[in-house]
C-alpha cells in the first residue's frame, strides 16, 4: 500500500498535504574518467558491473577467470548521474529530502553542482536536506564513487596498528583490508564467492518534499500480557527540521479491526520518536505467527499516520506484523552447573528445534536478485521442512522481500550483523557509523513476525581467542577493541531498539557463559554452552561418532562440486576436468579439490570412466554424494541427542542450521542449493534428515541402533524427577493440525504422551531386491527423540543367513514403505560393499498432472540401486525425491517445472543414473 493509497482509505485529508515521494530510480548516465573514459547508461538500482556487460563492455563477469580479468573495474572509480524534474507543487512544500536506501560505499553527492553530502556505510540509509540547492524544472544530481578497495587501504595504512587480517589467503584471490570499511565483507572474495567489490546505488532513491514533517521510520513489537491478552508497542520516528517545532497526532490503526491509539505531540528534531502503546481487545482472538511445521503463518497489517495540527502535512506508513513471543533459554541442564546450561529457543512458548541452513548473499550484483530468486530459494528451504535460517554476517542485511517471504513462509530469522571473520577498528569515527548502521537496521527489521534473534558478529570471538589472525601478539589491545564495539557500543543499540528478541554477542560463542568470563569465553566453542561451527573434512564423515554434541549447531558441512550443467556456464569445454586450471582457479578453499578427492576414497570408489566429460560428470556425482551423507549423518547425530545428557553434561541439542543454503556463483562449495536454484543431492537428503518424523539408524559398538524423532509438535520442557535434565516432552493437549494428527502408523491414545506404532527392519543383499530375514518393534514415544531399537548386528546377520557385513544392508520404515518415512543403514563403506549388480533403471510412465508444471513420473529398476539420481538438463525444476536407494521396483515420484514446459521435453530431458553405471 502506498502513503496515498493508506491516506485514501482511512479518509483523511486531501494527497496535496501528504508528502510527496519523486522516484529517482531508472536509466543514470555511468562515467570513468581517470583511466579508461567509458560513459554509459546504467539502472539504478545497479552496480557499474552490471551496466558495462549490460552494454557489451565486458563479459559476464562470472564467466571463466573474469573475476581476475576484471579487477580494474573495482580498482576504478565511478560517477552516477542525470537530471530530474522539479516540479512547482514540490518547491512549494517547506522540506524536501533526498533519500538514498543504500550507496556503495564511498560516495560524494552533489545537485546542481553543491556538494550535499558524503557517505561511508553501505548500510546506512542517508536522508539530505537538498531544498536548498533545487529550482524549478531541470536538476542535476550526482553521486561520486570512490574504489572501495583503494579506500580500505588507505584507511589501513592511515590507522596506528594493524586491524587484521590485512589481505585472505591467496587461494580466496580477494582484496585487502575490507574490515576496515562498511561493506559487504564478501565483496572483496571469501572461500566460496569471489571478489568483485561494487560501486553503485544499490537500493532505492527517491525524493520526498512536505511541508511540516514526515514519518522517517515506524516500528512495532508485539508482547502477550500476563493475563493472555496482546499489546503492540509502536514507535514512530518523524523527520523534523532543525530548529523546527510541529504540532501534530500520532494514529496508530491496527488491521481492520477498528482498535487504534491516538496521541498528540508537539516536536522539534531532539524529540522526534513518539511511543504508543495499542492494547488490543481481550476478546479479540489473535491468530499467533508460527515458524513452518508448527503452525500457520497468520499476518496482520498495522498503520501509522501524523497529521499536523494545522492539516498542512500528513504522512502515513505502513507494517506487516505478526504475534509471537521469542524467547532464548540458558538453564543449568541438570543439577550439576559444571555440566553447562541449554541454548533453545522457544516461540510462544514452544521449543523449536531448529532446522536450517545458512544463508549468504545471492549474488555477487545485488541488483539481480529478484523476489521470484528470493522466493525459489526460500520455498525450495520450506519445502525441505526447515524452520529457520541464518543470514550470515559477511554478506547483507537482506531486502525487503527477503524478510517478508520469510515472514510468509515461516521460516525463523538468526540475523547475524555484518561482522565477520575479523578483527575491526574501535575508532571514533568507525564507532559513528556503526552505531547508525545498527540503529537504522534494527528499527528497519525488528518487526517481522520471522525475526528470530540478533547475533553481533560471525566467528569473530573464536577467532580472537583462537589467535586466527596472530592477535596474541597483543591479545590485550585487540581484546579491548573487540569488547568496545560488540558490548560497549553495539550490544546497547541492539537492546534499546529491540526489547522483544535476544541478543547474542558472537556466533559461535557461549552465550551467557562468555559473557560471565569477561565477553571472551576461554573456549567459545564448548558443547556445553551456546552454538558451535564445526567442519571436519578429513575424517569419516558417515560415522557419527566423528561429531561433536553441542548445545546448538549453527554451522557445519562439506563441500561438493555443482552440477555439469551448472559449470557449463562459466567454464569452457576445456576446463571440465577437476584437474584443470579453472577447476582450481574456482576452488576458493585451500586444498579444497584435494580434499573432495580424499573424502570420496574414505567411502566410494573413483568413477573410471574412459571418457573425459564422462568422468568429471561421475566425480561431480560422487561428491554430491559424499555431502549429502555427511550432512544426513550429522543433521541426524544433532537430532538424536535432544533428550539425552553424558556424564560430562553433553546433549540436549537443539539445533542444526548446516552451511550453506545457497551459492553466489558457480563453484565448489559447501552449498545444498547451485547458483540458479538447481537442487543438489544434499538439498533432497534435507527432506528427509529433516523430516518431522525421521528414523534414524546408526551403529555403535557394533550395535545397530534406532531412534524416532518427532518435532513439529507443541512440546513442553520438563526436568527429570532424580537427576534434574532437561527433556522435551510432546503435549498431550495438541492441536489438529500438528504432527500427532497426522502421524504415520501412530495411534495416539488420550493419555499417551506421544505416538506410538511399529518399526519394520529388514535386512538385505545388495544382490537381490527379497529381504533376507524381517524383524518388528513396538514403540511408544515418550520423548521427541527416543531409542526404539537396538540389536547386535553380528546376530542380526546370522539371523538373516548374510556372510559378511559388506554383502548386507538394513532397511526400515514404520508400514508404507512408499510414502511413509524409510530409512536405510549400509553396514559397510560402498568401497568395500560386494555383490551389487549394474541396475536398469528405466522411466516407465510420465503423466501430466499440472498441465506444463507437474508431472508424475514411474521408475523401474532391475536390481538394488543405490543412490538413483534423475536429471533434467535444460529444465528449469525439482524433483519429489532424489538420490535415494531403490529397494522395490517400481517407485512413483513427481517433477515440479519452475518453467512451462511440455511432457514431451521433459522425457527427452530426463536422465537416471545409479551407483553402478560409474564403474566400467
Not at 360 to 385: C, G, M, W
Not at 454 to 483: C, H, I, M, P
Request: aromatic residues 12%; glycine residues 6%; contains cysteine.
Amino acid at each position: 500500500m502506498s502513503v496515498y493509497s493508506a491516506v485514501l482509505l482511512f479518509g483523511f485529508i486531501s494527497t496535496g498535504a501528504a508528502v510527496l515521494t519523486t522516484s529517482l530510480n531508472g536509466v543514470w548516465t555511468l562515467t570513468e574518467k581517470e583511466e579508461h573514459n567509458i560513459s554509459i547508461t546504467g539502472q539504478v538500482p545497479g552496480s557499474m558491473y552490471t551496466a558495462l556487460m549490460d552494454h557489451k563492455i565486458i563479459q559476464d563477469p562470472y564467466y571463466h577467470d573474469n573475476d581476475i580479468r576484471y579487477r580494474w573495474i573495482g580498482l576504478a572509480d565511478w560517477t552516477y548521474s542525470r537530471v530530474f524534474n522539479v516540479s512547482s507543487q514540490m518547491m512549494s512544500m517547506a522540506n524536501i529530502k533526498l533519500v538514498c536506501e543504500g550507496l556503495d560505499t564511498f560516495a560524494t553527492v552533489t545537485i546542481n553542482g553543491h556538494l550535499v553530502a558524503e557517505t561511508n556505510n553501505m548500510f546506512v540509509k542517508y536522508v539530505m536536506d537538498i531544498k536548498p540547492y533545487l529550482k524549478l524544472g531541470e536538476n542535476s544530481i550526482s553521486v561520486s564513487f570512490k574504489s572501495a578497495v583503494k579506500q580500505a587501504a588507505i584507511l589501513a595504512s592511515n590507522h596506528s596498528y594493524l586491524i587484521p587480517p590485512a589481505c585472505p589467503v591467496p587461494q580466496y584471490k580477494g582484496e585487502c583490508h575490507v574490515n576496515m570499511v562498511r561493506k559487504e565483507q564478501c565483496s572483496f572474495s571469501w572461500d566460496w564467492g569471489p571478489s568483485f567489490p561494487t560501486q553503485g546505488i544499490w537500493r532505492d532513491i527517491y525524493i520526498e518534499s512536505f511541508n511540516k514533517t514526515a514519518i522517517r521510520s515506524f516500528t512495532a513489537e508485539t508482547l502477550k500480557d500476563t493475563d493472555g491478552s496482546w499489546v503492540i508497542d509502536t514507535e514512530v520516528l518523524l523527520d523534523v527540521p532543525e530548529g523546527e517545532t510541529v504540532e501534530g497526532s500520532v494514529k496508530i490503526r491496527f488491521d481492520v479491526t477498528g482498535m487504534g491509539s491516538k496521541q498528540v505531540h508537539t516536536l522539534t528534531s531532539n524529540n522526534n520518536k513518539i511511543k504508543q502503546r495499542l492494547q488490543l481487545d481481550r476478546d479479540f482472538v489473535v491468530q499467533e505467527w508460527w515458524p513452518n511445521g508448527y503452525g500457520a503463518q497468520h499476518l496482520y497489517q498495522l498503520y501509522a499516520f501524523f497529521t499536523s495540527s494545522d492539516g498542512r502535512t500528513i504522512s502515513a506508513k505502513k507494517l506487516t506484523i505478526g504475534f509471537k513471543t521469542v524467547e532464548l533459554m540458558q538453564d543449568f541442564v541438570s543439577g550439576d552447573p559444571k555440566q553447562g546450561r541449554s541454548f533453545l529457543l522457544k516461540i510462544n512458548g514452544v521449543p523449536i528445534f531448529l532446522k536450517g541452513s545458512n544463508w549468504i548473499p545471492a549474488d555477487s550484483f545485488l541488483e539481480r536478485v529478484t523476489k521470484e530468486r528470493l522466493r525459489n530459494l526460500l520455498q525450495s528451504a520450506r519445502d525441505v521442512h526447515m524452520n529457520s535460517m541464518r543470514v550470515w554476517g559477511g554478506g547483507v542485511y537482506e531486502s525487503e522481500d527477503f524478510y517478508e517471504l520469510a515472514d510468509e513462509l515461516g521460516i525463523l530469522i538468526w540475523q547475524d550483523l555484518m561482522f565477520g571473520c575479523a578483527m575491526y577498528p574501535s575508532d571514533p569515527q568507525f564507532l559513528s557509523t556503526v552505531s547508525d548502521e545498527i540503529s537504522q537496521q534494527v528499527k528497519r527489521l525488528k518487526s517481522h513476525a520471522s525475526l528470530l534473534l540478533w547475533s553481533g558478529n560471525n566467528e569473530n570471538e573464536k577467532a580472537l581467542r583462537q589467535s586466527w589472525y596472530n592477535t596474541d601478539v597483543n591479545f590485550t589491545l585487540y581484546y579491548k577493541d573487540y569488547v568496545t564495539l560488540y558490548h560497549d557500543t553495539i550490544q546497547p543499540i541492539v537492546q534499546s531498539e529491540d526489547s522483544t528478541h535476544p541478543f547474542i554477542m558472537s556466533s559461535p560463542s557461549n552465550g551467557i557463559e562468555s559473557l560471565q568470563e569477561g565477553f571472551v569465553a576461554k573456549e567459545p566453542w564448548s558443547e556445553l554452552y551456546g552454538d558451535i561451527h564445526d567442519y571436519r573434512y578429513m575424517d569419516p564423515f558417515f560415522d557419527p561418532s566423528v561429531y561433536r554434541v553441542p548445545r546448538m549447531a549453527s554451522e557445519y558441512g562439506l563441500q561438493s562440486l555443482p552440477s555439469y550443467e551448472t559449470l557449463a556456464e562459466v567454464y569452457a569445454e576445456e576446463d571440465m576436468d577437476l584437474c584443470s586450471d579453472m577447476s582450481e582457479h574456482r576452488q576458493h578453499h585451500p586444498l579444497g579439490n584435494v580434499q573432495l578427492m580424499a573424502e570420496v576414497i574414505l567411502y566410494l570408489n573413483l568413477p573410471n570412466s574412459p571418457d573425459r566429460k564422462q568422468k568429471f560428470k561421475d566425480t561431480i556425482y560422487v561428491t554430491q554424494i559424499d555431502q549429502a551423507i555427511a550432512m544426513k549423518t550429522e543433521t541426524e547425530h544433532y537430532r538424536r541427542w535432544q533428550n539425552r545428557l553424558d556424564e560430562s553434561g553433553r546433549g540436549n541439542t537443539m539445533g542444526a542450521m548446516y552451511w550453506q543454503l545457497n551459492d553466489i556463483w558457480q563453484a565448489p562449495t559447501w552449498s545444498s542449493i547451485e547458483y540458479g536454484g538447481k537442487w543438489k543431492m544434499l538439498q533432497y537428503f534435507a527432506q528427509h534428515f529433516f523430516s518431522p518424523l525421521l528414523i534414524s539408524p546408526y551403529e555403535e559398538s557394533g550395535m545397530a541402533k534406532v531412534y524416532i524423532c518427532v518435532d513439529e509438535i507443541k512440546l513442553h520442557v520438563t526436568r527429570h524427577p532424580h537427576t534434574h535434565h532437561l527433556q522435551f516432552v510432546p503435549n498431550p493437549q495438541h492441536k489438529a493440525g500438528f504432527l500427532f494428527g497426522d502421524m504415520v502408523n501412530s495411534n495416539p491414545q488420550p493419555h499417551s504422551l506421544g505416538p506410538k506404532g511399529t518399526l519394520y527392519i529388514s535386512m538385505y543383499s545388495w544382490a537381490s531386491m527379497e529381504p533376507l530375514y524381517n524383524w518388528t518393534q513396538e514403540y511408544q514415544m515418550n520423548v521427541t527423540s527416543q531409542l526404539v531399537f537396538s540389536a547386535n548386528i553380528n546376530n542380526m546377520l546370522h539371523q538373516a543367513d548374510c556372510i559378511r557385513r559388506q554383502n548386507c544392508f538394513l532397511f526400515y520404515h514404520l508400514g508404507n514403505p512408499q510414502n511413509g518415512p524409510t530409512a536405510w543403514q549400509a553396514l559397510s563403506t560402498f568401497s568395500a560393499v560386494i555383490g551389487l549388480k549394474k541396475a536398469k533403471i528405466q522411466v516407465t510412465n510420465i503423466i501430466t498432472v499440472k498441465k506444463d508444471q507437474v508431472f508424475n513420473i514411474t521408475i523401474s529398476t532391475s536390481a538394488i540401486a543405490p543412490f538413483v539420481w534423475l536429471d533434467t538438463p535444460g529444465v528449469q525444476g525439482r524433483f519429489s525425491d532424489n538420490g535415494f536407494l531403490m529397494v522395490q521396483r517400481v517407485k512413483h515420484l513427481q517433477y515440479f517445472a519452475w518453467e512451462s514446459v511440455d511432457q514431451n521435453k521433459l522425457d527427452g530431458s530426463l536422465t537416471i543414473k545409479s551407483l553402478t553405471d560409474i564403474y566400467y
